[in-house]
Structure formats: structure tokens, C-alpha cells
């Protein structure tokens, strides 16, 4: 089963204690190769605690799709967290 690059960098930090999570909205307007992007965007910042107690911060872009599918798949979490 092929994940979506943010779900990767989820499972990447699963072993990891989430202290923090932020987001935020954007839009790219523009960029050296193209002269008009005009798309949103959500940048993701998770700051979590490694096993040995170092903090560490790690950031990931997500198309609205992609933001939409990643709460999706946070609210089926939340749900069979509820249940342990």
C-alpha cells in the first residue's frame, strides 16, 4: 500500500511523543518557472519529544486534498483512540 508523502512523514514520527501542532494556510502566487500558481496550500509543523527527550520540530506541505484526506484519517484515529 503506496502512502501519501505527509502520511509517510506521520509514520516516520509515530515513535515520537507530539507536543505541539500547528498549521497554516497559504497561497503561492508566484515562483522563478512559473508566473502565476495561484493555489492553497497547508503547512504543517509538528514539534514532538524524541525518546531520549530531545525536541525536535519537523514541517510538511500539503495540497487542500491531501489536508482533507490527512484530518480524515486523524478523526479515524481519534476514534480508536477513544475506544482503548
Not at 511523543?17 to 496550500?41: E, F, H, N, T
Not at 482533507?68 to 478523526?75: A, I, N, P, S, T
Request: proline share 5%; charged share 15%.
Amino acid at each position: 500500500m503506496l502512502f501519501p508523502s505527509y502520511l509517510g512523514n506521520l509514520i516516520a514520527l509515530s515513535f515520537l511523543q507530539i507536543i505541539d501542532i500547528q498549521w497554516k494556510l497559504g497561497m503561492a502566487v508566484s515562483s522563478d518557472s512559473c508566473r502565476s500558481l495561484k493555489y492553497p496550500y497547508v503547512t504543517m509543523t509538528l514539534k514532538v519529544a524524541e525518546p531520549s527527550g530531545q525536541i525536535m520540530s519537523k514541517s510538511f506541505e500539503m495540497t487542500i486534498p491531501q489536508f482533507q484526506d490527512f484530518f480524515r484519517h486523524f478523526k479515524e484515529i481519534a476514534a480508536v483512540l477513544e475506544t482503548v
